[in-house]
């Protein structure tokens, strides 16, 4: 019972993975990635005092911006578009400090720094006043939730059809296969965009979670966000032959970026050598998407960093894998519209473009 | 209209599901292929249906549009009713409003699932739901109807009530390729394929395969040559491919405690297997 129990799991590779390289990644993350203490934080000090706050302030306060003509609306516009976490502007006494409440941990260290600076500074933090943990996390949330639909939901509806035999009848009958995808995805793509408008609703009604940006750039970075998970979907149900293997590739997919995107544990505290993993994570993006539209007010403007790339990773995986899809949905169909074949049957019946007629060659 | 794969070869990469196969389906008959597991008969199918590129051969089918096919699966949603299911294919197929209710309507009445009309399809019973699965396959009235062994797990009864759905289909003019494991099902057919390893053993009209079927076969409680014999009922029954030998030891005529049988298709497919299998390294 026992050999064979070894045997039957060493030909299954996911559970094999699961086995072996779970403990390992979660020990790469919780090892390096699991940090809430941020060593410094992105600093801008505006007005004509300038470079003297600059030279004052401790190495904690990562200046990356010194502007001496800046205003405090400029200090503003630097923390609304993420630029920095920190904005000095001098010129007053005390010296005001705006504080980004949006990147929660940056602002916690910030204001803890601040704190030890007595009255020489005046600390306001914006865009989350009261450091609230729901405020930020309802926003990446809202992208976990749709990760969620995307990749799990999907997967299963996808490889339940492959699994029941009837993707095999849809290969068959006269329906394109972009079609059928479109047919299969649709569904989800409406009731992910209808979970993620109740839990948008939840999250201002429950947590008093501010709304500061424009809506249709928040829905637009979700459709966008939404064709990469689905086409994550899709993907893992074209190398998904039965329900649980999808489960358990999708949780392959879904564990890193509820670990790496930033949602928990901040990408600046994060090791360099993990923190790279969740650049490559499409939450990552949404995420900062969500934050900076709901919490910040930004414009897409100031967004165009995440929106351009979730758009080139949902033309990338969203076009692969229905691609992928399609080639399981298709495999004898002619690439080509097919030649007449000879005989009785093509001679009174050419068969259609994509239709039953070919030969090896079109196959 | 004649429906065909001629020398069809299908590869999944070093084992070859079919070899130079060639089978025609006539409109108005039916065809069925029987060989043991492995045999290639799901291939030849799918190769039929397009579902399978074919490495070597053509095929010749009629459009989507007038091909109906029923797998090996269920064949149907399970979370949809049957009248959902049937609805679903037939709007695929472009039917619609009142030549499709009639067309349900007839459908169901002659597969018996008119009182399940409206249940799920996975409460169906598995004669039901095959049944469904056919109903939906011919739907749009199919020129070319491939089914994958619609018959097989599912009660006597449910079977004679698919067989007289089949013979509807061939008698309304549908060529109709089926496989299945039942051999006395094959018999019925107007022409019979046997499959085994991807080749084709022996193909025609029963009478026929039977008449040209060459050798003798026997029965005894102890085969002669045990890699010529097989087991049916409480006697084994053994194949002679060139006929009883006569020894000096033995007068012209059968071993001692061996008996003439007169063969059925399991013998003469059986017979046929072990010929191929003794004679040609697998």
Redesign the interface.
């Known amino acids: 019972m026992i050999v064979k129990e070894f045997r039957e799991l060493v030909r299954d590779r996911r559970t094999l993975a699961m086995l072996i390289v779970m403990p390992l990644l979660l020990l790469v993350i919780f090892g390096y990635a699991a940090n809430f203490y941020v060593s410094s934080v992105k600093t801008a000090v505006v007005g004509p005092q300038a470079s003297q706050v600059v030279a004052m302030l401790p190495s904690f306060f990562d200046v990356t911006v010194t502007e001496p003509g800046g205003t405090q609306a400029d200090a503003r516009t630097l923390l609304r578009d993420n630029t920095v976490d920190v904005a000095f502007v001098t010129g007053k006494t005390p010296v005001p400090a705006l504080v980004d409440g949006s990147n929660l941990f940056a602002a916690q260290s910030a204001v803890a720094a601040l704190n030890k600076a007595g009255d020489q500074v005046k600390t306001q933090v914006l865009y989350n006043p009261g450091l609230k943990t729901s405020w930020v996390m309802v926003p990446a949330i809202i992208g976990l939730i749709l990760t969620f639909i995307g990749t799990i939901i999907t997967s299963i509806g996808m490889v339940r059809e492959r699994e ?3 993707l ?2 849809l ?5 394109r296969p972009s079609r059928v995808i479109l047919g299969k995805i649709a569904p989800y793509f409406l009731v992910a965009a209808l979970d993620m408008i109740i839990v948008t609703v939840l999250g201002i009604l429950l947590f008093s979670v501010p709304f500061n940006g424009n809506p249709l750039a928040f829905a637009l970075g979700a459709a966008i966000f939404l064709f990469v998970v689905l086409g994550l979907g899709v993907f893992i149900s074209t190398i998904s032959q039965t329900v649980g293997q999808a489960i358990q590739t999708a949780f392959f997919f879904l564990l890193p970026q509820i670990l790496l995107s930033g949602m928990i544990f901040p990408l600046e505290a994060m090791a360099a050598g993990v923190r790279w993993i969740g650049y490559l994570l499409p939450l990552t993006y949404f995420t900062m998407i969500s934050q900076g539209i709901m919490l910040r007010g930004a414009p897409i403007a100031s967004l165009w960093l995440p929106f351009v790339v979730l758009t080139v990773m949902a033309v990338v995986v969203f076009t692969g894998a229905t691609l992928r899809f399609r080639r399981d949905l298709a ?3 002619p690439a080509r519209p097919a030649r007449p ?6 001679a ?2 050419p ?2 473009a ?7 060659g079109t ?1 | ?4 794969v ?1 020398s069809a ?1 299908v590869r999944f990469g070093p084992a070859v599901a079919l070899d130079d196969v060639t089978v025609e389906v006539p409109g108005g008959s039916v065809v069925a292929v029987v060989g043991g597991d492995g045999a290639g008969k799901s291939t030849l199918l ?22 109906g ?10 979370a949809l009713t049957v009248t959902q299911n049937i609805d679903f ?1 037939a709007g ?2 472009g039917l619609a409003s009142d030549e499709l209710a009639a067309r349900r309507a007839e459908l169901l009445d002659r597969a018996a699932l008119t009182p399940a009309a409206g249940r799920l399809a996975a409460q169906l019973s598995g004669g039901m739901r095959r049944k469904l699965g056919f109903v ?1 396959a011919i739907v749009h009235r199919p ?1 070319l109807l491939i089914l994958d062994e619609p018959t097989t797990g599912i009660d006597p009864v449910s079977r004679i009530d698919l067989w007289r759905l089949v013979s509807e289909a061939a008698a309304s003019g549908a060529a109709v390729l089926m496989s299945t494991t039942y051999l006395d099902e094959a018999e019925r057919a107007g022409h019979l394929v046997v499959l085994d390893r991807g080749r084709v053993l022996v193909q025609g009209p029963y009478d026929r395969v039977r008449a040209d079927f060459a050798g003798d076969i026997t029965q005894a409680s102890q085969p002669v040559r045990a890699e010529w014999a097989w087991r049916r009922g409480r006697v084994r029954h053994e194949y002679w491919p060139g006929g009883v030998p006569s020894t000096p030891s033995t007068p012209p005529g059968l071993p001692p405690g061996t008996t003439a049988v007169e063969p059925d298709l399991e013998d003469i497919v059986i017979a046929l297997s072990l010929a191929r299998r003794n004679t040609v390294p697998s």
Do not use: C, K
């Open positions: 029941s035999g009837t095999e009848q290969a068959v009958m006269p329906i495999p004898g169909r074949a000879h005989g009785p049957a093509a009174t019946e068969a259609a994509g239709g039953q007629a070919n030969t090896a196959a | 209209m004649t429906y065909a001629r070869t799918r190769a039929l249906a397009g579902e399978v590129s074919l490495d070597a051969g053509t095929v010749e089918a009629p459009p989507r549009q007038r091909l096919y029923l797998p090996a699966s269920s064949g149907s949603w399970a294919v695929i197929y939906m020129a």
